[in-house]
T-cell receptor, first 114, second 114 residues
Framework: AQSVTQLGSHVSVSEGALVLLRCNYS??????LFWYVQYPNQGLQLLLK??????LVKGINGFEAEFKKSETSFHLTKPSAHMSDAAEYFC????????????FGSGTQLTVLP | ETGVTQTPRHLVMGMTNKKSLKCEQHLGHNAMYWYKQSAKKPLELMFVYSLEERVENNSVPSRFSPECPNSSHLFLHLHTLQPEDSALYLCASSQTQGSNTEAFFGQGTRLTVV
């Protein structure tokens, strides 16, 4: 079965600093990969998705993620953190793009310090 | 109104009550989902409806009863719940075919069982 591991349940960065949220998946077949963001008292919003077209994926709000098959990773980055980026971030993986087959990670809470 | 809408946003119910959660999607999707989000745990897929037929039930207790009267509406009927059922219940919808099959989420219903 697919599994998704997000290293670090809590990450703190200073405003303006690099954001790096880690995600590793377990799959012998390159999966479809997603990052979602959840703001307080909200549902999940899609940030970006990887579907084998390009290894570097750009998403909304200045985020991007790079698919590295050799490392089975799909880490999320943003060059400069903004206070509004404070939220919980979820990595998800599936063998198809279908939402039905997604496995979610446990989430990483991002805190942005002034 | 666009997207996925869930009502109510907050619900407090006793263990002997019967209540229902409602979800409506305005995206023209053909699949809908119920997820449970508990603190410190990954998102759990509960039910999947595709073309109004239930196609997945992930070992969910019978005190949770879904209903999908049409492709735009999804309900979760609740009865004789337990305190451990307190969680954020998220509805999502998606297309099942094509290049854009990612899930779109509602804002969730925060359920507290007392």
């Amino acid at each position: 079965a697919q599994s998704v591991t997000q290293l670090g349940s809590h990450v703190s960065v200073s405003e303006g600093a690099l954001v790096l949220l880690r995600c590793n998946y377990s799959s012998s077949v390159p999966p479809y990969l997603f990052w979602y963001v959840q703001y307080p008292n909200q549902g999940l919003q899609l940030l970006l998705k990887y579907t084998s077209a390009a290894t570097l994926v750009k998403g909304i709000n200045g985020f991007e993620a790079e698919f590295k098959k050799s490392e089975t990773s799909f880490h999320l980055t943003k060059p400069s953190a903004h206070m509004s980026d404070a939220a919980e971030y979820f990595c998800a993986a599936g063998l198809s793009g279908s939402a039905r087959q997604l496995t979610f990670g446990s989430g990483t809470q991002l805190t942005v310090l002034p | 109104e666009t997207g996925v809408t869930q009502t109510p946003r907050h619900l407090v119910m006793g263990m002997t009550n019967k209540k229902s959660l409602k979800c409506e999607q305005h995206l023209g999707h053909n699949a809908m989902y119920w997820y449970k989000q508990s603190a410190k745990k990954p998102l759990e897929l509960m039910f999947v409806y595709s073309l109004e037929e239930r196609v997945e039930n992930n070992s969910v207790p019978s005190r949770f009863s879904p209903e999908c009267p049409n492709s735009s509406h999804l309900f979760l009927h609740l009865h004789t719940l337990q305190p451990e059922d307190s969680a954020l219940y998220l509805c999502a919808s998606s297309q099942t075919q094509g290049s854009n099959t990612e899930a779109f989420f509602g804002q969730g219903t925060r359920l507290t069982v007392v």
